[in-house]
């Protein structure tokens, strides 16, 4: 069984700064990717950022230059680190992972975490 558990959520005024973790835990083989999707109220769930398994980031052009993704492989986690924070950017955000079990070896699934909201408001 593989769990992924994020943290770091919360209120915070436009162009303050959050960061946001998410651990995977359980029968891990290996982790490809890691990445943070978003959902905002009435919206579907957007990609916001991706990492690989080597470290090399990608993101979405609303964050480019606001947001960093990270990882560390040691701790099987991902990070977020949202500044300059806009009221658009409130949303449920959600960590993804690619991961091979120790059950199956060779099959790459897919595993969420839970949510974490983050509400930008003055």
């Known amino acids: 069984q593989v769990q992924l558990v994020e943290s770091g959520g919360g209120l915070v005024q436009p162009g303050g700064s959050l960061r946001l973790s998410c651990a995977a835990s359980g029968s891990i083989f290996s982790i490809n990717a890691m990445n943070w999707y978003r959902q905002a109220p009435g919206k579907q769930r957007e990609l916001v950022a991706t990492i690989t398994s080597g470290g090399s980031p990608n993101y979405v052009e609303p964050v480019k230059g606001r947001f960093t993704i990270s990882r560390d492989n040691a701790r099987n986690t991902v990070y977020l680190q949202m500044n300059s924070l806009k009221p658009e950017d409130t949303a449920v955000y959600y960590c993804?992972?690619?991961?091979?079990?120790?059950?199956?070896?060779?099959?790459?699934?897919?595993?969420w975490g839970q949510g974490t909201q983050v509400t930008v408001s003055s």
């Open positions: 993804n992972a690619k991961i091979i079990t120790m059950k199956s070896m060779i099959r790459v699934e897919d595993y």
